[in-house]
């Protein structure tokens, strides 16, 4: 049997600790499967929360995490994105071929790693919640992170403004280069940032009062969508957001709508993000490439406050 590189946790506790590069069997491809290498993997968020054992969904132990990733099936030589279940922090594995999304030529290793989840999450939001009109406003925070920059270009792309919440100031002129159309720093005046036009849709991953700040903006029927909660604090909704102000405050977890989607869904939202990263729409920053074997410093570097952009291993 083969032996190959991979990132094993044998238990839950902080990121770094518990997270080990290690030699592992690898039996060959069973019926249906094909073996894949992997090129590169992202270390998301929910990656953190996986090794912390705060993700609702996780490998069971011991197991390898890595949620997505790009990789190249070692027969025929086809780049593809890996499935959510193959555990991506590994030099190779095998996957059910059906399970395969093929990547098509005129995008880069770097973007086809990162897609299937946060371009997938923005482009979602922003139309699956609100039928959003030519011109209007939507307001976000988490703006500096890969989604919120999605967000921010995928929305101009469509022609909808964004302003954009942040917690470090000096974001805001590389927001605003990447097409934000206001960027404000946390706690700041998002009704003057937008003249006061009605928002219909606001985006939330902080939670908290930062949450209720987005929520008290919206325009009465509005809907806020929570999809992350980087501050770890519950939501606390004012009665009168919903009494008076109607507003819809939802939920989005993209693992759900892939679980949900039917087969042509899920084909014609790729066959659109394909699109929009080889147009350059969509290009997420990266700022550092670890191999598997330096795992720690890659995690320790990912959950850096102030990052230019992600974090990936490199397998193959
Ligand atoms: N529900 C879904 O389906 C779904 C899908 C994709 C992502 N997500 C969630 O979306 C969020 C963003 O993911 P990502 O991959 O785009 O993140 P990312 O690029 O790794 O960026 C993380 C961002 O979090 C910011 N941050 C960290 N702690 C914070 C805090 N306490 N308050 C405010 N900001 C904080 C950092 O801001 P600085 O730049 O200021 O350091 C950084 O910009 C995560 O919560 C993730 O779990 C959810």
């Given amino acids: 049997m083969k032996k190959v590189s991979a990132i094993i946790i044998h238990e839950h506790g902080a990121a770094e600790k518990v997270a080990r590069n290690k030699r592992v069997e690898l039996a060959p491809p069973g019926p249906g499967e094909v073996r894949v290498l992997m090129l590169l993997a992202p270390i998301h968020p929910a990656d953190i929360n996986v090794l912390e054992g705060k993700y609702p969904v996780r490998p069971a132990l011991p197991g390898v995490p890595g949620v997505e990733g790009v990789g190249v099936i070692e027969k025929t030589g086809q780049r593809v994105l890996l499935p959510y279940r ?3 922090w590994r030099e190779a594995g ?9 990547v098509p030529d005129g995008i880069s290793d770097e973007q086809a790693a990162m897609l299937r989840i946060n371009p997938a999450t923005a482009f979602l939001m922003l139309r699956n919640f609100v039928k959003l009109e030519p011109g209007e406003w939507v307001v976000q925070n988490l703006a500096s992170s890969a989604v919120g920059r999605c967000v921010i270009r995928i929305a101009r792309h469509f022609g909808w403004r964004t302003v954009n919440v942040v917690r470090r100031a000096e974001i805001a002129e590389e927001l605003k280069a990447e097409g934000a159309d206001a960027v404000i720093v946390e706690g700041g005046d998002i009704a003057a940032a937008t003249n006061g036009a009605p928002i219909r849709l606001a985006l ?3 939670g908290g009062d930062s949450a209720v700040r987005l929520g008290s903006v919206l325009a009465p029927g509005g809907t806020i969508v929570t999809y992350g909660a980087m501050a770890r ?4 909704i004012p009665n009168g957001l919903l009494i008076f102000q109607d507003t819809a405050w939802r939920g989005f977890w993209v693992t759900r709508w892939y679980e949900r989607a039917t087969a042509a869904e899920r084909a014609a939202v790729f066959a659109e993000l394909f699109e929009l990263v080889k147009n350059g729409v969509v290009s ?11 795992i720690s410093t890659a995690l320790e570097h990912a959950q850096r406050s102030g990052r230019g952009g992600k974090v990936l291993l490199r397998g193959a």
């Fill in 86 to 88: 193959f555990g991506s």
């Fill in 94 to 102: 095998n996957a059910k071929e059906a399970d395969l999304i093929a």
């Fill in 204 to 206: 939330n991953a902080v």
């Fill in 233 to 236: 604090q519950p939501l606390r």
């Fill in 284 to 294: 997420t920053p990266v700022e550092a490439v670890y191999p598997l074997e330096e």
